[in-house]
């Protein structure tokens, strides 16, 4: 998440925290909000970790996953700093936020709210104080150091738990290279600008993680197919002007591509292809005239015919994982 994300009320995530729980606390920074906070991250990091280490095979660009979302005290703003600090219990600037279930962090022994003194020996920062400028700076720097950890090589973190100094040695996966982050207030958006993917906070309440990771796959294969830089390369104009002309066409085309190539994402990390079409046909009503405007965007019922029979073909190829032909078109500049 974002600096900005971590300040924000956080209102939709907030209610649905335990109503004992969320009253607790009457800026409704409550033990239960900052639960909530990490129970999003989990889910979130859980899809990304799937997605990107089954289609490693789909990705050019590759780094260590970990299977940990990380996040720094520094992110959180000096209203809520102590309580963060209390909830998530660092002893340090980074931290462990969570682990993804039987991902290489958590079967190295790696815990929720551990905090970490180095990454393959490059210390990172001790607890912040006063002056400490606010911002995500800690947690983006200790990312780098991971991404740069040669793929397959054991990472060393030497984690502070209970008062005690540990030297863990993580296994990682190789997986696609992709930030992924959960954009807060903004209702059902969903962004991929190359490097980061963005999911709408309101995905987390009401919406399953096989539904978010529809998504998810959509966006990462926007990444995957480097379409912000091919449609920059096409000089396409993706404001006002984005539903006009060879602007449209190009944009629908990227737009299709993404969703096609999303369901062999989701297939591959052992989803069910189905679940897109059905996606589209139940919920995407709600999002077109939303993100998935309805001229750039395929129409979600148009949407969901095209998946649909791409999914059935997908479902019965028995290899995993399959590389669609969709994936030659990320070398072919957009025209
Ligand atoms: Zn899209």
Redesign the pocket.
Same mark, same amino acid.
């Given at each position: 998440m974002s600096t900005i994300a971590r300040l924000l009320p956080l209102a939709l995530l907030a209610a649905a925290a335990p109503p004992a729980e969320a009253a607790r606390a009457d800026d409704g920074l409550s033990p239960a909000f900052f639960e909530t906070l990490r129970t999003a991250d989990l889910r979130m990091a859980t899809i990304a970790y799937r997605l990107t280490t089954a289609n490693a095979a789909l990705c050019d660009q590759l780094q260590p996953q970990l299977g940990m979302p990380i996040h720094a005290l520094t992110q959180y703003g000096p209203a809520a700093r102590g309580r963060a600090a209390v909830a998530f219990g660092f002893a340090s600037t980074v931290g462990v936020e969570a682990v993804v279930a039987n991902g290489p962090a958590d079967r190295a022994g790696v815990r929720a709210n551990d905090s970490i003194a180095a990454i393959n020996d490059v210390a990172q920062p001790p607890l912040p104080d006063s002056t400490t400028p606010e911002g995500a700076a800690a947690r983006d720097a200790a990312e780098a150091v991971i991404v740069r950890s040669p793929l397959e090589r054991p990472v060393r973190l030497t984690i502070l738990r209970g008062g005690r100094r540990l030297s863990i040695m993580v296994k990682p996966v190789t997986g696609c290279r992709s930030r992924f982050e959960i954009l807060l207030g903004s209702g059902l958006g969903?962004? %991929?600008d190359g490097a980061i993917v963005q999911i709408g906070e309101r995905f987390f309440d009401g919406y399953t993680d096989e539904e978010i990771a529809v998504v998810v796959s +959509? $966006?990462l %294969? &926007?990444n995957i197919l480097r +379409?912000r830089e091919r449609l920059d390369a096409a000089k396409i104009n993706r404001g006002l002007l984005a539903e006009l002309g060879r602007n449209g066409r190009l944009i629908r085309e990227? $737009?299709d591509q993404?969703?096609l190539l999303g369901i062999y994402l989701l297939a591959n990390a052992g989803y069910d292809p189905m679940a897109a079409p059905r996606f589209w046909r139940q919920k995407g009503g709600n999002i077109d005239g939303g993100?998935?405007r309805s001229r750039t &965007?395929a129409s979600s019922k148009a949407r969901a015919d095209v998946l649909e029979a791409a999914a059935r073909e997908i479902a019965a190829t028995p290899t995993r994982p399959i590389i669609p032909p969709v994936l030659a078109t990320r070398d072919v500049p957009l025209r």
């Open positions: 969903a962004t %991929a +959509h $966006e %294969a &926007h +379409h990227t $737009e993404a969703d993100l998935f &965007h």
